[in-house]
């Protein structure tokens, strides 16, 4: 398409802190699983991009880590990376479950502290309806939502807000794509989420997933990916008696991956040791995690 008249252009940002629904409900809005989704807090670790586009509107829906008063390098270069992607949207929904309705503005607090004038963009999105039981429901402000990424319950009013409020420009993307993001970048996503799905207590956190090899010309795809964790007993731990847990783990993910891709996928799963990738500048950097110089190790 050309000419900014007659289409409209946005980046949307989900805001709200780790577990708030963000990754579900941009996986309902564009309809088909992008982002990684687990009970347990802070597993989003990278941007998620979705895009959704009609005849006259693409939104770019963007889904950072949640934000957090961050302990380590690690989560502060993931509460940063998550500041930057508010800073750049065009619109801002700020999530926040449903069943703390009485404490929205907290949710609102947040974003002030994190990106203070940012509420002239802004739309309150109050997400998990499908957990509100009867005499519940709150009442909904102008600018409020009330949404459900699992029944899909208001996602349609929220879009439609959204594409009336995107500003006038040309599509940066094609309108068939539904990410800007690539395979390698989704096949890590998912042998995260087949950790949080599988390993216990802190070693899905201790543990970073980078795609060394990806063969898309071969059938089945080959894909060979690196495992890093910080201690030897970790490493023990991962790969589990006679290599069951990894083997377990490469069945789940290798699942997940051939779900997304439509094809047959040889998932070829390796475990290194990097000591404390968490506190270490120069490890987050080669895992591909952006550090500034002026964050410092929080340990």
Known sequence: MTGTESTRFAFVALAGRPNVGKSTLLNRIVGEKLA??????????????????????????????????????????????????????????????????????????????????????????????????????????????LVSG???????????????????????????????????????????????????????YATAVVVDEFREGTSPIYIRVILYVERTSQKGMLIGKNGDTIKALGQVARSKIETLVGEKVYLDLWVKVLAKWRTRPRALRMLGFSVSLKQKDSK
């Not at 895009?51 to 502060?76: A, H, M, R």
């Not at 899909?152 to 794509?177: I, K, M, N, S, T």
């Not at 395979?183 to 390993?199: D, Q």
Request: charged fraction near 25%.
């Open 36 to 145: 990684i989704t687990s009970s347990k807090p802070q597993s989003t670790l990278h941007v998620v991009r979705g895009i959704l586009s009609d005849e006259q509107t693409q939104l770019v829906f963007v889904d950072p880590p949640g934000l957090f008063d961050p302990s380590n390098l690690l989560q502060s270069s993931m509460v940063a990376t998550a500041e930057a992607a508010l800073r750049d949207a065009d619109l801002v929904l700020c999530l926040q479950p449903a069943t703390e309705a009485a404490d929205e503005p907290a949710a609102l607090a947040d974003i002030d502290k994190w990106l203070p004038d940012t509420r002239d963009r802004m739309a309150t999105v109050l997400t998990k309806a499908d957990l509100l039981g009867e005499g519940q429901r709150p009442s909904v402000a102008p600018a409020t939502f």
């Open 150 to 204: 699992i029944t899909g319950e208001g996602v349609q009013e929220l879009v439609d807000w959204c594409r009336r409020r995107a500003p006038e420009g040309p599509f940066l993307y094609d309108p068939d794509d539904l990410s800007s993001q690539n395979l390698r970048f989704f096949a890590a996503e998912l042998v995260r989420e087949a950790a949080f799905e599988l390993l216990q207590q802190e070693l899905p």
